[in-house]
């Protein structure tokens, strides 16, 4: 891999040219100018700015959050829903055997302080922590549910369709290489069952993320593309190595 150091010095460095078998992938920077292209997938592309914003805007923790899913290498999913809605629960089967209450809120307390420059480096070992500490609990069996303020709400959840809610049939899917052409795909050609269930929840709760890690490296992020008008899957394990 050829890599390039993020001008900010922290998080991974961002991939330029991946190798992978007898393929030369070669990041495509201009992925950034999809129009409902995902602020995550805006992030892993910038090479010379992040996509983050607020009181750090040189941290996104989707992407830390990412890189600590696929780190441990046992699977998992991470689904990202709107702070202080409950609509998600309707696509949760009942009652969510590990659901916090109130929210466990270590990582979103660190992203709201101001740090001191003296005190950076503490708190970014803070925050390493609190991700991985994240990232874990995707290895369970089950999804893992964050508010997009970093709040977890829920750990081990089992995805359901709603009442009413048709099954996902297909989805589009992407990779951020250069020459690389979208292609519409059925369920049964793109991953498994951890794959359907994500792409089922982000069909039915449309404001939702998914980020979901396979145990052979393959990282996928599920949204709602308005302009496809189906569910968008972003291949993005070449910009996570």
């Known amino acids: 891999m050829i890599k390039h150091r993020r001008i900010e010095g922290f998080g991974k460095y961002a991939n330029v040219v991946v190798l992978k078998g007898e393929h030369i992938k070669v990041i495509d920077e201009q992925g950034t100018s999809l129009p409902d292209c995902p602020s995550l997938l805006k992030s892993l592309l910038a090479f010379t700015a992040s996509a983050a914003t607020g009181k750090h805007p040189a941290m996104n923790v989707l992407v830390q ?3 600590s899913m696929r780190a441990h290498s046992h699977g998992g999913a991470l689904l990202v829903v709107p702070g202080g809605s409950e609509a998600w629960r309707s696509s949760i089967a009942q009652p969510i055997l590990y659901s916090t209450a109130p929210a466990f809120a270590p990582l979103a ?3 709201k302080q101001d740090v001191e420059e003296d005190k950076e480096r503490q ?3 803070a925050v390493r922590r609190s991700v991985d500490t994240i990232g874990g ?3 369970v069996d089950g999804a893992t549910i964050i508010s997009d303020q970093y709040e977890v709400l829920a750990f081990g959840a089992k995805i359901r369709r709603p009442p009413g809610s048709l099954p996902v049939e297909r989805w589009v899917v992407t990779e951020p290489i250069m020459g690389n052409e979208s292609r519409v795909v059925q369920p049964t050609e793109h991953g498994g069952t951890r794959h359907l269930s994500a792409a089922q ?3 039915d709760q449309r ?3 998914a980020l979901v890690a396979s145990q052979d ?3 996928t992020i599920f949204a709602w593309s308005p302009c ?3 569910v968008h899957a972003h291949r993005v394990d070449v910009l996570l190595m």
């Open 65 to 67: 959050l990412a890189a």
């Open 109 to 111: 307390e660190l992203m």
């Open 123 to 125: 708190w970014e070992l």
């Open 137 to 139: 609990l995707t290895a």
């Open 201 to 203: 929840f982000v069909y």
């Open 207 to 209: 404001d939702a993320l």
């Open 217 to 219: 490296g393959r990282f």
């Open 228 to 230: 496809e008008d189906m």
